[in-house]
């Protein structure tokens, strides 16, 4: 998952090859908006 993590606030946690999802509002992490828009399309 370290690929992945740039593109997150926070840090993803696995559990027995499992997601962790954080119990917090919404998807549970936020987004790194400055990571994100290296990967747009326009």
């Known amino acids: 998952m370290q690929a992945f993590s740039p593109l997150f606030t926070e840090p993803l946690e696995l559990k027995n090859r ?4 954080p119990d917090r509002p919404g998807m549970g992490f936020t987004f790194n908006q400055d990571a994100v828009r290296k990967f747009t399309l326009e």
């Open 18 to 21: 499992e997601l962790t999802i």
